[in-house]
């Protein structure tokens, strides 16, 4: 007798989600061996208690000196659908990073379905406020902060520059946007950007497992109806983005990419179209032949594409800045 359809995809979620435990447990064991270059400070408290969702480590070069002056900080946030994968699953991709010679924080946050929405989304401006106030320990320059992040990180990267841009309602948003700290730039890959109405992304798909898993993601973020006007809209960046709404502060630099082949991929080209649309600096690819988070495959050539656009688009950033600091400079007589 055949199994009802829900009951497969049930299942199937609940065994992904098994083996993407077990995935972290040898991530977490493989996380010991440390490229020679690197150094790393583990497992870094953020908040109040010693959760392990509120935990981040540090990558840095071992070459960097402090004589070298401080390095710009890179928040590197993970994905896994708001309900999977941590900071140790996706340590290669924030050590990707220091190994271009950014000081990383690759953060932990609370998971769905335990902790839906806004608790993934509180914890990351926690981690932000903390490194406004810690970098510099670890020899990072806290004023050139740049946020990173793929799939559901992705969202949340975005979600908190919304609160360095706009004042909101919540505490720990307000609190945020108080600090009057701004990302210098950021980079959402492959990126949920829009939690609501996942259904959108069946329209004109067969019924997969990947467009399956996006609408599980969907009730276990956002399983209940706003108490007030406006409750969920950081769990929809993009929305944000495309609506008239205010945007306080100038919107930082943004770069983001997709592979053609992934469901989300139309949320990255919605994201194009809004930023310019409020005429905010941006850079937008479309890897057309790319799966879903392909540029983890760092050897393939497309990858290797997406992370060098990426790290060129920070540097014209960062030279930017440095012009504007030596244009500032009293003249010498």
């Known amino acids: 007798r055949a199994l009802p359809a829900a009951r497969i995809e049930a299942l199937t979620l609940q065994a992904t989600r098994r083996l ?3 995935a972290e447990l040898l991530c977490r064991l493989q996380s010991r061996a440390l490229p020679s270059r690197l150094q790393v400070s583990r497992d870094l408290p953020y908040r109040g208690s010693r959760k392990r969702a509120h935990l981040l480590d540090i990558y840095r070069l071992r070459a960097h000196a402090p004589e070298d002056g401080p390095r710009p900080v ?4 993970h994905g896994g659908a708001f309900e999977a994968c941590s900071k140790d699953t996706h340590m290669l991709l924030a050590q990707r990073y220091a ?10 946050y609370k998971l769905a379905p335990e902790h839906p929405f806004p608790e993934g ?3 990351v401006c926690e981690a932000y406020r903390w490194l406004l106030d810690n970098a510099s320990r670890f020899g990072g320059d806290p004023t050139r902060l740049i946020l990173a992040g793929e799939s559901a990180g992705a969202n949340l990267a975005l979600g908190l520059m919304l609160t360095t841009c706009v004042e909101r309602p919540e505490p720990w948003a307000r609190a945020v946007f108080r600090s009057g700290q701004q990302p210098i730039a950021v980079l959402p890959a492959c990126g949920v950007l829009q939690v609501s109405e996942l259904e959108r992304m069946r329209t004109g798909r ?3 497992f990947v467009t399956r898993g996006m609408c599980q993601m ?4 956002l399983p209940t109806e706003p108490r007030w006007e406006g409750e969920h ?3 929809d960046p993009l929305c944000i983005l495309e609506s008239d709404a205010v945007i306080q502060r100038a919107l930082p630099p943004i770069f983001a990419f997709a592979g053609g082949l992934d469901p989300l991929a139309d949320d990255t080209v919605r994201l194009g179209a809004a930023l310019q649309r409020r005429r905010a600096r941006h850079e937008m690819c479309v890897y057309p032949d790319e799966i879903h988070a392909f540029h983890a495959m760092m050897w393939r050539s497309n990858a290797r594409d997406a992370w060098q656009r990426g790290f060129r688009f920070i540097d014209r950033i960062l030279a930017e800045l ?3 600091e030596q244009a500032r400079l009293p003249c010498a007589a």
């Not at 890179?74 to 946030?77: A, G, K, L, R, S």
């Not at 190994?99 to 932990?108: D, H, K, L, S």
């Open 121 to 123: 989304l509180r914890d």
């Open 233 to 235: 809209a950081l769990a």
């Open 99 to 108: 190994r271009a010679g950014y000081v990383v924080a690759n953060v932990n």
């Open 322 to 324: 440095d012009a504007e």
């Open 206 to 208: 067969p019924r997969d």
């Open 74 to 77: 890179v928040m590197y946030i």
């Open 20 to 22: 993407l435990r077990a």
């Open 218 to 221: 969907e009730r276990a973020y």
